[in-house]
């Protein structure tokens, strides 16, 4: 795991997400409607609602989706808050985090449920990826692997399809 600290490299992660997905981050607590899309994709994916936050061993089983279907680096991102490159083979911790002396403050890696802000995970080529909105409580799976790796295991998870 390797936290995102460059801001040239941050942006231009921010801007895809922003641009080529569409994500409007501001949209439902200001007024858009909750059918209003928030971010969009030129490829395959499913809506889900979230039911209830995720236990450490529901974490563990879409960690293990991603690890079956890409065994590389990916993105992990909190909107307005730290960004990391990680391999899903790693053993991150359920809610590890770390105080950053240099820069004065404590990180904290996201779960893959969306506690209280967006959060992202995508594979570094953006073809699979997970998307949290926080106060909609829901989640969008994208890309046909990531997509049937979810719905073989969404019973042991907290999610109904939308």
Known sequence: M??????????????????????????????????????????????????????????????????????REMYALDWQHGCFLYDPREEIPFGYWFHDATRNCNVYFPSYYPDGDYHFFASLDWSIGLYGHPWREEMIVAGEALIREFERVQNALPVTAL
């Not at 460059?6 to 949209?27: A, L, N, T």
């Open 2 to 71: 390797q936290i995102i600290l460059d801001p040239d490299q941050y942006d231009r992660i921010w801007d895809k997400v922003q641009h080529e997905f569409h994500f409007s981050p501001y949209g439902s607590p200001y007024g858009c409607t909750d059918q209003s899309p928030w971010i969009s994709f030129p490829f395959p994916c499913k809506k889900y609602r979230l039911d209830r936050l995720f236990s450490e061993e529901q974490e563990k089983i879409i960690r293990s989706i991603f690890r079956n279907i890409n065994p």
